[in-house]
């Protein structure tokens, strides 16, 4: 039997998962609407192409419905969840051949990511520079750099989240920032 409206408001996310292994599926409707946003966003960030950042979203709900009865809450919902788009945004992009960003997809890299000071145009600049740059790390780095700068993640929170060892997160971002730091050094010397 679904739940009511009045007890909805106060399930969390492993109370959601439950009801949804007992084949209550209008409840993952309530995670999908919880979570969206944001699975949307990371796969947007990590792939760059809405399009593809849709079909990622779509499929990780589905997956997400399709693992319910074997969910077992050992960590936080969120980072069982963002692991699933991160391993979907990785398999995408050994299907795609990545192609440069486009004015269109740039305009929105752009929306999203211009928060600090300056003019809009240094911004837009800065932002191009700085997207370029994240482009010509490879795939891994690219996650990583984009979990911890734009969704703020520790690197035990990466770690969970992709499943690769705390160790490896950190040489990542070493070696990532080291990269971006000389590329955007190179680029302002042209």
Not at 100 to 115: K, S
Request: with cysteine; charged share 30%.
């Amino acid at each position: 039997m679904p739940l009511t409206d009045e007890s909805e408001r106060s399930l969390d996310d492993r109370e959601l998962m439950r009801s949804i292994a007992k084949g209550h599926n209008s409840e993952l409707g309530r995670l999908y609407l919880r979570h969206q946003e944001k699975v949307l966003a990371l796969a947007y960030r990590i792939l760059g192409q809405w399009n593809l950042a849709e079909d990622v979203s779509q499929e990780t709900f589905l997956r997400v419905q399709r693992a319910a009865q074997a969910y077992r809450p050992d960590a936080e919902f969120t980072t069982w969840l963002y692991r699933i788009v991160v391993n979907l945004c990785l398999d995408e992009q050994r299907r795609q051949k990545r192609m440069p960003i486009d004015n269109m997809q740039m305009t929105e890299l752009l929306r999203i990511t211009t928060d600090h000071p300056g003019s809009a145009q240094e911004k837009t600049e800065q932002t191009r520079s700085i997207w370029k740059a994240v482009k010509k790390l490879n795939k891994r780095q690219q996650i990583a750099v984009v979990l911890h700068k734009i969704e703020g993640l520790s690197h035990a929170e990466i770690s969970k989240q992709t499943g690769w060892s705390q160790s490896s997160v950190e040489s990542l971002l070493v070696r990532a920032y080291r990269k971006l730091r000389k590329e955007l050094a190179a680029q302002k010397e042209i």
